[in-house]
């Protein structure tokens, strides 16, 4: 019996990998999570948080949605049974979801974009966006939004210490 402190712990998710970039170039209109098809050395390497989601991207191949361009780096201890780094990976989705997905990305703009891998309960999750590019204006304009935000939050800190 595990208890309380096991089944939290259970609940945790550990990140493997975050896309912080992705935030800054594309406004994020909707989030979903799926499950990655992975071999032995792909998880241990996951693992290890030898991933690079800069470039990757998802998208539907007929009835299936793959991850596209992102780099699990070899697991060294694999040898010869390990995995191509840059090998497309399936994406494990419910049908209603992937064809909810699937119209949203049809629509002139949209693309997916990963914006974490992470575990849940022992299984490799991955977080998909449903992302708009930002042109350069709009990139400066979140700059300066969020540099004036945090000048307010520092000057409501300063009034509160006196």
């Known amino acids: 019996m595990k208890g ?20 800054f170039d594309y406004d994020i209109e909707d989030t979903w999570e799926a499950g990655l098809v992975l071999t032995g050395s792909e998880v241990k390497s996951l693992r290890e948080g030898n ?20 780099r699990i780096g070899e697991y060294k201890q694999a040898a010869h049974f390990g995995h191509a780094p840059l090998r497309d990976r399936k994406l494990l989705m419910n049908r209603a979801e992937i064809d909810r997905v699937r119209g949203k990305v049809e629509q002139r703009g949209y693309t997916l974009v990963p914006l974490r891998i992470y575990f849940k309960q022992g299984w490799a999750k991955v977080e998909l966006g449903l992302a708009r590019g930002r042109s350069h204006e709009d990139r400066r304009g979140a700059i300066a939004e969020r540099e004036s935000k945090r000048e307010m939050d520092r000057a409501l800190a300063r009034g509160r210490r006196r």
């Open 51 to 70: 991933v690079n989601l800069s470039d990757a991207y998802a998208m539907p191949r007929g009835e299936e949605l793959w991850l596209l361009n992102c």
């Open 4 to 23: 309380k402190a096991g089944k939290a712990a259970d609940a945790a998710e550990k990140v493997a990998a975050s896309n912080r970039r992705a935030r």
